[in-house]
């Protein structure tokens, strides 16, 4: 069972992926394309993650003999309302909706903001701003009960929406649920000067995914849901331990973080480090790194330097 935002009520939300790390990009034809950039270098970059806030610090590099302007992108995730999968979300009907901001060289950089529908892999934004709909599932129910029936036959057959039939507790209800993915992204213009430094800074609130319990403690858990928590947060025989020699049971919380773009830049990346913590010192922690050391009594940290992110990062907190 996952948090559920009371904007939510009969829908619920499903977010994949996390939070991406920033990419060069191109405006082409038919919408944003992230690419590879073999001119600028990313001399560090500095990571830190809770439950409650995600920030991130970059240097940028520009070893040319010349400035150079380029696109960066920052793809926020994709949200789809499914049934049975909720996410908590800071600001769940907005188009801002994990309060992101974004500073550069110590300054709030404007963004532009790109929305785009699709269902069935085609882009139906068009559509969607025809009908004067919302392109977030998350608050287009209610509009979409109210469109005339050779719409809602149109969303239905393009695979946009479906009915539904929901006993919200005063009888059975029949309604029009959203089923399109909202694909965002922040980008801006931006200047690297010849042999300069800049730096970048994100920060937002985390979509915390969390159980209201779990089974990580339990005698009685199978070997394949073991083997899950081992290959997704390189669970050890330790963190077991520990998990099974609590006085009470535990929530489980997950924060993820898509690190892989962190290799669309000129060269590895010069400095990285990562600073997870775990928020009190009675909560259990465990995350795939290596030479992780802790640093205080909730935060742990790697350093990794000439780093290419070869696999995003999943971070498994247990509290009481």
């Known amino acids: 069972m996952h948090k559920v935002g009371a904007a939510l009520v009969a829908f619920v939300l499903a977010v994949a992926p996390a939070l991406a790390n920033d990419s060069t990009a191109e405006l082409a034809a038919g919408g944003l394309v992230l690419t590879k950039t ?66 550069v060289d110590g300054k709030t950089v404007k963004m532009t903001l790109e929305q785009k529908v699709f269902a069935r892999g085609v882009d139906q934004t068009a559509l969607i701003n025809d009908l004067k709909l919302s392109p977030s599932p998350l608050v287009a129910g209610g509009a979409l009960d109210r469109l005339q029936p050779h719409a809602k036959e149109k969303l239905i057959s393009l695979g946009l929406a479906e009915a539904q039939d929901i006993n919200m507790g005063q009888g059975m209800e029949h309604h029009l649920a959203p089923l399109w993915t909202l694909k965002t992204t922040y980008y801006w213009t931006q200047v690297f000067r010849t042999k300069k430094i800049v730096s970048i800074e994100h920060a937002y609130t985390p979509s915390v995914g969390g159980s209201v319990g779990s089974s990580i403690g339990l005698p009685s858990i199978d070997a394949e849901t073991l083997s899950f928590y081992k290959e997704r947060y390189c669970t050890d025989a330790s963190f077991i331990a520990a998990a099974r020699a609590g006085s009470s049971p535990f929530v489980e919380e997950w924060v993820s973080y898509v690190l892989t773009t962190g290799a669309n830049w000129a060269k590895p990346i010069g400095t990285f480090t990562l600073t997870v913590d775990k928020g009190a010192p009675e909560n259990l922690v465990s995350f795939c790194g290596e030479g992780v050391k802790k640093m205080s009594p909730t935060k742990f940290q790697m350093i990794k330097h000439d780093y290419t992110p070869t696999a995003d990062l999943h971070v498994l907190i247990l509290k009481p």
């Open 38 to 103: 073999s001119d600028i270098e990313m001399q560090s970059e500095d990571l830190f993650i809770s439950t409650e806030k995600v920030r991130v610090k970059y240097q940028f590099y520009n070893p040319s003999s010349h400035d150079i302007s380029t696109v960066i992108a920052f793809p926020m995730p994709d949200i789809t309302v499914e049934q049975d999968m909720d996410m908590a979300m800071p600001s769940a009907g907005t188009a801002n909706f994990l309060d992101f901001t974004t500073l």
